[in-house]
């Protein structure tokens, strides 16, 4: 005879009570599994979602990559063969520039007044658009010790008798520095900051971005300032003719009309149709830049609306799931407690009569916290089964995710803690019972 | 042999159970009741005494206390020559279990255990080598081997009767208190049971019979009267 044998054999003969207990611990258990597999299938599920999400997503970036690639060589080669129909740009230098010298030193080491420009404007010449004048010198920047090119311009010059054109170059306004893309990139130069340059102070009014070539270390700043900087007054070195209109033959045409209004220059041709091409390309992938940032950034957008939706509905789950499982939790404590004193009760003379065979106090402990463990790891299992299939059933998760091994081991270990703590009053009351009360009653 | 002792004669040895000046009052509705007043008795091994009185005389408290169930208010309780309450509650339970068999008018079987666990119900609380083989045998002897795997409610107020006997038993005890145990039995039955008492007296054990069964006469050594309250006895007053 063992107090197992006694336990084992009074559930058998109360299995109401036995019964109405582990359906307690059966709906605690489940509700608590059911709650933490509903909300684990919805991580499931949001995992699951968002990976398809992303997947689209990539696949339709992909899309607008090929798409913007091809859009983008189509731009490129019509402006390509825009650019082949177009006049060209042309310099107009003084007569006695070494060309040389000019190559060599990316910029023209000769002057000529600067009223040239004006008189080539006045002379109303017909076969050039927009007219830019310039006085530009390499230099060593003293404050910075380095090597700048310095380009003083006024802007664009109207030409007289044509229709006003939309300008090509805006001028640079007085104390101010538009600065080429290596030398505010070196120098963390930002708008608005101050920079001095040959004693002078300027505002950098604009930063180039990239372009690869001598721009990259030049700084623009108004044309009377750079006379003034260079001790040139009045003086320019350079006057940039661009979209220059004409067809066959058309260098020869252009240095006829400008050598019939300015005959102390000479006038070359400058790197029109490969300036077209990279402003071309330049456009186009600022373009294919700018529909692949929008591309990104509404993929961003739903990848984000839709982890917010499954935030927000995971989060009314947790609140729903933390106001429930305590409630049913402390209500089936009570009611195993409850449950407990009533077995107590009904065993009073059982106890009694234990008691007096010699069964010690603790042994009658142990008897009623034993069957509460036994209670609480029966119950637990069918709870753990009851919520995982409910869990499953109402729940989002994909197949194979029914059975959590390590909540089995939860509520295996919990429910018959919280068993034997709901029953302790009662096992304890029952081991102090006085068995002579009840005996001497019966 | 059902006390599983050594036979001996009546008094050869010190008292099994010695109650000196034993008083007991309770708490009742009109105040305190006092069911016994300074009772004193001993009772030999090998020898069985009945005692008789009205209900409510304190035969039950007298019991209960004897058993180191009921602390009582005064007085001495020695058993084998151990004061049973100058022990612990555990050593007490301990020493109950060892030394005590309890017989009732009720049975008090465990419901639902078998006659045979009935029997064995007092292994629990004290190791006993080959308790189930013991537990067979009393069976054996009490007439209840084809009831053995019967719960109580399946057998007759007799056989329930001799289980509890069975039970009292199964420990090997020295000292034997029965209340009133033929009270709910037939003729035939309550003879029987007090039979085996007489049985169990002569095998060297000690038996207290709490009874107004007037059949305990023809058994018992000596018979001692109790009056409600107020009244003491002596080992030595009232014989057979």
Redesign the interface.
């Known amino acids: ?3 197992w ?2 336990i084992t ?2 559930i ?3 299995k109401l009570n036995f019964a109405l207990a582990v359906l307690s611990v059966l709906v605690a258990a489940g509700c608590l599994v059911a709650e933490l597999t509903l909300l684990r299938s919805h991580d499931l599920q949001t995992a699951a979602i968002l990976a398809q999400k992303e997947a689209e997503v990539a696949a339709r970036m992909k899309q607008v990559e090929e798409e913007t690639a091809a859009r983008m060589r189509q731009v490129e080669d019509d402006y390509r063969k825009i650019a082949l129909k177009l006049g060209f740009n042309i310099l107009i230098l003084p007569k006695d520039q070494n060309l040389s010298d000019l190559y060599a030193d990316d910029f023209a080491s000769r002057y000529m007044p600067e009223d040239y420009v004006e008189r080539l404007a006045r002379a109303g010449v017909v076969t050039i658009n927009h007219l830019l004048p310039s006085l530009q010198q390499k230099l060593k920047w003293p404050e910075q010790e380095r090597t700048i090119i310095l380009m003083g311009v006024r802007g664009e010059v109207p030409i007289l008798h044509q229709v006003p054109k939309k300008p090509l170059l805006q001028p640079v306004p007085p104390g101010t520095v538009v600065v080429g893309h290596e030398l505010h990139r070196s120098l963390k130069l930002k708008k608005g900051d101050r920079i001095k340059l040959l004693g002078r102070e300027f505002t950098v009014h604009q930063l180039q971005p990239e372009r690869g070539n001598k721009d990259d270390i030049t700084l623009w700043i108004n044309l009377r300032e750079a006379q003034e900087l260079l001790d040139r007054p009045g003086q320019i070195n350079a006057i940039l003719a661009l979209e220059c209109n004409c067809s066959d033959d058309r260098l020869a045409k252009v240095r006829e009309e400008i050598a019939g209004i300015l005959p102390d220059t000479q006038v070359i041709e400058f790197a029109s149709q490969a300036l077209t091409r990279a402003e071309a390309r330049n456009r186009a992938a600022a373009l294919a830049q700018q529909e692949r940032a929008e591309a990104a950034a509404l993929a961003a957008k739903i990848l984000d609306d839709e982890k917010t939706a499954r935030a927000r509905l995971r989060q009314e789950q947790e609140a729903f799931a933390h106001v429930l499982v305590p409630l049913v939790l402390a209500g089936c404590i009570v009611w195993i407690g409850v449950l407990a004193f009533n077995n107590v009760r009904e065993r009073q ?2 106890i ?12 009658v402990f142990a008897l009623f916290l034993t069957k509460a463990v036994l209670v609480g790891l029966v119950g637990a299992a069918i709870g753990y089964l009851a919520g995982s299939l409910i869990g499953t059933y109402w729940g989002e998760a994909p197949a194979g995710v029914r059975f959590d091994p390590s909540l089995l081991v939860l509520v295996l270990a919990a429910a018959p803690v919280l068993a034997a703590l709901a029953s302790w009053v009662p096992a304890l009351l029952a081991a102090r019972q006085d ?2 009360v009840v ?2 009653e ?1 | 042999m059902l006390s599983g002792e050594k036979a001996t004669t009546p008094a050869e040895e010190q008292p099994l159970l010695e109650v000196r000046h034993l008083s007991k009052s309770y708490r009742g509705p009109k105040g305190m009741v006092r069911a016994l007043d300074g009772m004193s008795l001993t009772v030999g091994a090998g020898e069985f005494v009945a005692v008789q009185g009205p209900s409510g005389c304190g035969k ?2 007298l019991l ?1 206390a004897a ?1 180191g ?2 602390r009582p208010d005064q007085g001495q309780v020695l058993v084998a020559g151990r004061d049973l309450y100058a022990l612990s ?2 050593e007490r ?2 020493f ?3 030394t005590i068999g ?1 017989v ?1 008018q ?1 049975f ?1 079987l ?4 078998s006659v045979l ?1 009935n029997v ?7 190791k006993t080598a080959n ?2 083989q013991r537990a067979e045998q009393l069976i054996e002897t009490f007439g209840l081997t084809h009831r053995r795997h019967h719960v109580p409610a399946e057998l007759s107020t007799g056989e329930r009767q001799r289980t509890a006997l069975a ?1 009292a038993l199964l ?1 090997r005890p020295k000292l034997l208190l029965a209340d009133e145990p033929t009270g709910n039995l037939d003729r035939e039955s309550g003879q029987a049971v007090l039979g085996y008492l007489a049985e169990f007296a002569r095998d060297g054990g000690a038996v207290l019979l709490a009874t107004h069964d007037p059949r305990a006469a023809e058994f018992a050594h000596r018979i001692i009267p109790m009056e409600p309250a107020a009244w003491t006895a002596s080992a030595t007053e009232g014989s057979r």
Not at chain 1, 355 to 362: F, K, V
Request: aromatic share 6%.
């Open positions: 005879m063992s107090l044998r006694l054999r009074e058998l003969y109360r003379v059982e009694g009569i234990l008691r007096a065979l010699g069964l010690r106090a603790g042994h068995p002579a005996l001497r019966e | 039950t408290t209960l058993g169930l009921l509650d555990e339970a301990r109950r279990a060892a309890f009732f009720q008090h465990v419901p639902y255990l666990d064995r119900a007092p292994a629990l609380a004290l308790a189930r039970r420990n």
